[in-house]
């Protein structure tokens, strides 16, 4: 079956930039989506069609692609930026989620 | 305001029946496909599957595909996700979220606050 693969971690100090990964073989051909979920909330959207931002998002979220990898990049980062962030596509099964990356505001 | 609501924390034997349901708001309930993902404790997100309630149109994840069933009332604008047999390994937290873009290459938001259902002895 398909698969989104991200690293399980990400450490940045405040203020610098992070980069979470999200590869897969189907990227090229279909769009990729980003949610930030904190614990014990609902995952929020905050990145659509790979690299479109949400009204409400702050402005240092921003997304790329290139080839078979999707980013999401987060610049100046804040300490409230902690949580765990998921890619989503998808493949003629439908709907698939990478596995997490846990966002470690150092 | 688009909100979904889902209904609240379930606790539930092995062998036990479960209907969790998802009313939607603020938006054309029959436009829209909703989608179902599954979090186990600890772990990431799980897609399950979508319906249209327009039509009641439904497509499941093939690992979940048999395993529960997805189904909606337009009337009440209200989705859910049911079991006809509860397993221990289905205890996780289960949310719905409305799905924009198209059946095969949308994305969800907003997103329900979650139903969690404990399947314990």
């Known amino acids: 079956s398909y698969e989104l693969t991200q690293p399980p971690s990400v450490s940045v100090s405040p203020g610098q930039t992070a980069r979470i990964t999200c590869s897969g073989d189907a990227l090229p051909k279909q769009y990729a989506y980003w949610y930030q979920q904190k614990p014990g909330q609902a995952p929020v959207l905050v990145i659509y069609k790979d690299s479109e931002r949400p009204s409400g998002i702050p402005e240092r979220f921003s997304g790329s692609s290139s080839g078979t990898t999707v980013t999401l990049t987060i610049s100046g980062v804040q300490a409230e930026d902690e949580a765990d962030y998921y890619c989503?596509?998808?493949?003629?099964?439908?709907?698939?989620f990478g596995g997490g990356t846990k966002l470690t505001v150092l | 305001e688009v909100q979904l609501v889902q209904s609240g924390a379930e606790v539930k034997k092995p062998g036990e029946s479960l209907k969790i349901s998802c009313k939607g708001s603020g938006y054309s309930f029959t436009s829209y496909w909703i989608g179902w993902v599954r979090q186990m404790p600890g772990k990431g997100l799980e897609w399950m599957g979508i319906?249209?309630?327009?039509?009641?149109?439904?497509r499941y994840s093939p690992s979940f595909q048999g395993q529960v069933t997805i189904s909606a009332d337009k009337s009440i604008s209200t989705a859910y996700l049911q079991w006809s047999s509860l397993k221990a390994s289905d205890t996780a937290m289960y949310y719905c979220?409305?799905?924009?873009?198209?059946?095969?290459?949308?994305?969800?938001?907003?997103w329900g606050q979650g139903t969690l259902v404990t399947v314990s002895s």
């Open positions: 319906i249209y309630p327009g039509d009641s149109d439904t």
């Open positions: 979220a409305r799905q924009r873009g198209t059946v095969t290459t949308g994305w969800f938001d907003p």
């Open positions: 989503q596509s998808a493949d003629s099964s439908g709907t698939v």
